[in-house]
């Protein structure tokens, strides 16, 4: 007796594992930005609120008349056009333009220094010990500090007694060219060890066999420095050129406070240490207000050309 067999038909998918429904592509995007969102947020509310708002609580002051913090009328553009007529006002722009003119000292000696420390130059371990020692030194104590060294009777001008010049030990803080070369001097002092770690960030990123091949073509130390290293660091150049345009110009408060207050006269008065002054000294809250602004718009436009500047030589094609 023979028994048929007639086959079962499977249903489909019966022994096949399930598998998962996809979620839809909408989903997965909306989690991402939402995630980028979470992660932006705290940043944006600290510049909306640190940043933003002052600026213009800023502007809105700065169109008051007022006299004091209790209160003030609407003045317009009567403070701007007030700035126009006073001297104080274009001496302290025309003196952060001559600050500004002192940049290419900020750029290329901290250049030098990271250059000798990264070749290992004679003393460069003293330099890499103690290069950024004067960056964690306060500047309000900077000021200080030279403020004692750079006195009438203070170690300079004792030091070049000792050896016969006492022509150059002058009063450094009290004459109207000395002071304001004086204060930018020891800004940079002060400031040139942030430039010297940048540097030295950047010429970690160029091969040593570069540097070693120019050597023994015969190149020296500055036609390596600026045949080799500069155009090899063009970007990190432009950057701390960026950060010195715009930085030398609202770095100086502490400095000019402790040191010269904006003497002798008018011969180191700065925008942001006339604000301080017309603002809490004289309480003309409105036109301090205005020329904070007015140094504000200053270093923006500075920052934006150097910026502009900046992206074209970080941009353009070695030859």
Request: proline letters at 7%.
């Amino acid at each position: 007796m023979t028994v048929s067999t007639v086959p079962v038909a499977k249903s489909a998918g019966a022994d096949e594992p399930a598998r998962p429904t996809p979620a839809p592509r909408g989903s997965g995007r909306a989690r991402e930005w939402w995630l980028g969102a979470a992660l932006v947020l705290p940043a944006l509310a600290l510049v909306v609120t640190f940043k933003l708002v002052p600026l213009v609580r800023g502007v809105i002051t700065s169109l008051e008349s007022s006299s004091g913090f209790d209160g003030g009328s609407f003045a317009g553009a009567d403070n701007y056009t007030r700035m126009l007529d006073d001297p104080m006002v274009l001496t302290s722009f025309r003196n952060a333009l001559l600050v500004v003119a002192t940049l290419p000292f900020w750029v290329v000696i901290p250049l030098v220094l990271a250059v000798f420390i990264h070749q290992r130059a004679p003393g460069w371990k003293f330099f890499r010990a103690v290069y950024f020692v004067p960056y964690t030194i306060a500047p309000i104590v900077v000021g200080i500090m030279f403020r004692q060294i750079l006195a009438p009777d203070g170690p300079i001008n004792a030091s070049l007694r000792a050896v016969g010049l006492d022509p150059l030990a002058i009063e450094w803080l009290n004459g109207r060219w000395s002071a304001i070369f004086s204060l930018v001097a020891v800004a940079l002092w002060s400031f040139f060890g942030l430039g010297v770690m940048t540097y030295l960030a950047g010429l970690s990123t160029i091969p040593d066999e570069v540097l070693e091949a120019a050597y023994l073509d015969g190149a020296g130390f500055w036609r390596r420095l600026f045949s080799v290293v500069v155009p090899m660091l063009r970007p990190t150049v432009a950057y701390w050129s960026v950060l010195c345009a715009s930085g030398v110009l609202i770095w100086l408060f502490p400095l000019i406070y402790a040191l010269t207050q904006g003497g002798p006269g008018d011969a180191t008065m700065m925008p942001e240490y006339l604000v301080f002054l017309t603002t809490f000294q004289f309480l003309d809250r409105g036109y301090g207000s205005a020329i904070g602004i007015a140094l504000f718009v200053f270093v923006a436009l500075l920052s934006v050309f150097s910026v502009r500047h900046m992206f074209k030589e970080g941009t353009r094609k070695p030859r």
